[in-house]
């Protein structure tokens, strides 16, 4: 270690932006691990609206891990972050800094302890895809500090053991989970399945209904359908591998038709997985159902599909819009309909794109 001196703090932050699944992962076999019932699919947002940006520092003056999110420190005692750090240390590699005296060998590493600060730019636990954009930077800017020579993929399946969709988190463009076959998860990781210039005529439009803590996280919510309902059974053998290889069909051709179909009914069946638990769970609201309305009237209405819907663990609107032309007349539908305003049904508009992982450097 750094000679003689333990006054020197090495310090790395990133960035990574949120995902949302139009192929929802819902339900685990394994636990401990975050292994899933099915196969997902979803799609990277722009960094620039919806991300995550976490610092991790080393330092031998530092006497235990420590974390603060969005400024207040929180146990790192779960599973979890530990799994995270456990892994990611295992693979940890000598860093050498010659101009400021500093020398970690890998078995430092396994000896130094971490302060981790991070921040996400958007609402915390309401269903926008926190613990995936939350996960995906603490394993990718660990990576970083550590000199971990791992690629993309396999630091996914790290990720994921912090919060399954944060896998997803590690690319951008299109990304597929594929839900793997080894029982100890060593296949059970992201893959690219287009980057981000493929179909950048797309725009994403989030309504934030509510920027509320969700009552039930999406871990417990999970864990009760699994437990309760036979629907999801269903819906992870017959239902999910036949969409997962047509939704893959669409985006490779560009096919918006197929893909709004697809990603609609998906999160409509993910919801209804919802109220087939016992007892049921609510995600969605009434505005959440009022804009599925618009954008179904609307979308049958014309020739073709205009828009896709999707809805995650909450009542916030993903909406997918075929072409910037289309995004504009949908915005100013949405304005319309649900003006902005805390105390009414929508609090703001988020207007994103597609991405890539931005390395804060
Ligand atoms: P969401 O819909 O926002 O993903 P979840 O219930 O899946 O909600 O997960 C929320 C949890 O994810 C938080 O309570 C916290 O434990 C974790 N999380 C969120 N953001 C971060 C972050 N930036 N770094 C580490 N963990 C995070
Ligand atoms: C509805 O990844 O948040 O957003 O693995 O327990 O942390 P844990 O759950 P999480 O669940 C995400 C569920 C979803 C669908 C999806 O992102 O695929
Ligand atoms: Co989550």
Redesign the pocket.
């Known amino acids: 270690m750094a000679g003689e001196s333990h006054n020197w703090v090495l310090m790395v932050s990133a960035q990574t932006p ?1 995902n949302i699944a139009v192929i929802k992962y819902w339900g685990k076999s394994d636990e401990t691990l975050i292994l899933p019932v099915n196969d997902s699919i979803s799609v990277t947002l722009d960094p620039g609206h919806l991300c ?3 610092t991790v520092a080393v330092s031998p003056s530092f006497e235990q891990d420590r ?1 603060w ?2 400024g207040k420190e ?1 146990s790192l005692s ?1 599973g ?2 530990q799994n995270c750090l456990r892994e990611i240390r295992s693979r940890a590699s000598e860093i050498e800094d010659k101009k400021k005296g500093i020398r970690i060998t890998k078995k430092d590493w396994g000896k130094l302890h971490l302060h ?1 600060a ?3 730019n958007f ?13 995906a ?2 394993v990718f800017a660990l990576a970083k500090l550590m000199n971990v020579k791992e690629d993309e993929s396999q630091l996914s399946a790290i990720a994921r053991q ?2 399954g ?1 944060a896998c997803r988190s590690l690319f951008g463009g299109f990304v597929k989970w594929i839900m793997g076959k080894e029982e100890n998860g060593s296949d059970s990781l992201a893959v690219q399945l287009a980057d981000e210039k493929h179909w950048d005529d797309l725009v994403i439009i989030i309504a934030v209904v509510s920027s509320r ?2 009552e ?6 999970m864990r009760e359908s699994v437990d309760t309902s036979l629907l999801l059974q269903h819906r992870a053998k017959e239902v999910v591998p036949k969409r997962i290889s047509q939704m893959e069909e669409a985006i490779k051709n560009q096919d918006f038709p197929s893909f709004a179909q697809l990603t609609c009914a998906d999160s409509n069946q993910f919801h209804a997985v919802c109220l087939d638990t016992s007892p049921p769970i609510f995600y969605m609201n009434d505005t959440s159902h009022r804009i599925i309305s618009i954008v179904e009237k609307w979308n049958r209405f014309e020739e073709t599909p205009q828009v896709a819907y999707t809805f ?3 009542p916030n609107a993903v909406l997918i819009a075929r072409n910037r032309k289309t995004a504009t007349l949908l915005l100013q539908r949405l304005l319309y309909y649900f003006p902005p305003n805390p105390d009414t049904d929508v609090d703001s508009y988020i207007i994103g794109d597609k991405s890539i992982l931005k390395d804060a450097g």
Request: charged letters at 5%; aromatic letters at 6%; hydrophobic letters at 30%.
């Open positions: 949120t995550t940006t976490t974390m999110l969005n929180i779960g979890r972050y981790i991070s921040y996400n609402p915390t636990a309401a269903g926008l895809a926190s613990s995936a954009a939350g996960f930077c603490l912090g919060s969709s803590q969700k039930t996280s999406s871990t417990s919510g995650d663990a909450g």
